[in-house]
């Protein structure tokens, strides 16, 4: 009996063998993840064709964690796929559009454009005890209120 060649592996299979090279002794969740799609008949079918390995691990709870990792000749299919595809004619279309970025204009940073006589209230001083404190240093000169402090 004739080992199965690397050609009958499906597009589906090829991306789980790829994503176990890639993450190699990795959970079969995580895998799935990264592919987002369940993968655990893909990689049951991959185990039983001997392209991906189990490997037991025990946790600290003493369950078993059940790793997988890329056999030989799970990474021999994988250069072949990639020959192959290599080899093929891929057609150009060109030199691509430069990408387009947005430009940053910055339109938070512009002075505050709300409804009129809302800030109003920043123009008056707020009052500390007897002393009157404005905001931009522009109104009172002597920052003081025309009442003179009372003496202790």
């Known amino acids: ?16 063998l790829r994503a176990v090279a890639r993450m190699d002794l990795s959970l079969g969740t995580v895998i799935g993840q990264s592919l987002g799609r369940p993968v655990s008949d893909d990689l049951a079918a991959l185990r039983t064709q001997g392209y991906v390995r189990e490997v037991s691990s025990p946790r600290q709870d003493g369950t078993a964690s059940h790793l997988h990792a890329i056999t030989a000749k799970g990474r021999e299919a994988l250069l072949g796929q990639d020959e192959q595809r290599v080899t093929a004619a891929v057609p150009t279309t060109g030199p691509r559009p430069p990408l387009r970025r947005e430009t940053y204009t910055g339109s938070e940073m512009r002075p505050f454009t709300g409804r009129a006589g809302s800030m109003d209230a920043l123009k008056y001083p707020s009052r500390v005890g007897n002393e009157l404190r404005y905001r931009d240093e522009g109104g009172d000169p002597a920052g003081k209120d025309a009442r003179p402090p009372r003496e202790t």
Not at 3 to 11: D, E, F, H, R
């Open 1 to 16: 009996m004739t080992a199965p060649s690397p050609a009958i592996l499906t597009p589906d299979h090829l991306a789980v």
